[in-house]
C-alpha cells in the first residue's frame, strides 16, 4: 500500500495588517515565497524535484490574482517550469489544498509536492472579488433563500 508522508513544513507569518504593524506592507506573493525558501534551502531540494505547488488564496484578485502558487515556487528557486494551483474556498482554502494532495500523490501523479496558503487580507480585503453574493442584484443570499446543498 502507498503512503504520504509529511517531510518538513514552514509557518507563515502571521500578524495585522493594520497602519504601523509589520505585515501591512506584504503581499501574498511575498508570504508564499518566504516558507518556500527555506524548504528549499533545508532540504536541498534540486532543479525540479518538486512535481506541483497547491496554495490556498482565499480571495485571488488584484495582487494576489496570478497563480500566486507558481510564481512563488520560481522566487524560491523550486522550478522554473513547475505548475503551481491556487484555490479559492474562502476560509477553507488552505486546506482544500492539503487534502487535494495527498490523493496525488497516492496516485502516483506527484512524488514530491507543496502545499500552504498565502493570504493578506492588508492589501486584498474582504470581498474583494465582488463574488457572486456580492454581485448579485436580487439580494438574494444562499442562507435567506432557503438554498440548501446536500451532501452527495
Known sequence: ???????????????????????RDVTALRLATMPLEPLNERNNLSEGAVDEAMLGVVDPTGEAGPDVARLAAQKAGLSKSMPGVQINRFCASELDAANSLPPQSLSSKHELVID????????????????????????????????AFPLI
Request: proline share 5%; charged share 15%; net charge positive.
Open 116 to 147: 500552504g496558503g498565502a493570504e493578506t487580507a492588508s492589501l486584498v480585503g474582504m470581498g474583494a472579488s465582488s463574488g457572486a453574493l456580492a454581485m448579485d442584484p436580487s439580494g438574494c443570499h444562499l442562507i435567506s433563500c432557503g438554498t
Open 1 to 23: 500500500m502507498a503512503h504520504t508522508y509529511v517531510y518538513d513544513h514552514v509557518r507563515i507569518p502571521r500578524g495585522c495588517g493594520k497602519p504601523n504593524r509589520a505585515l
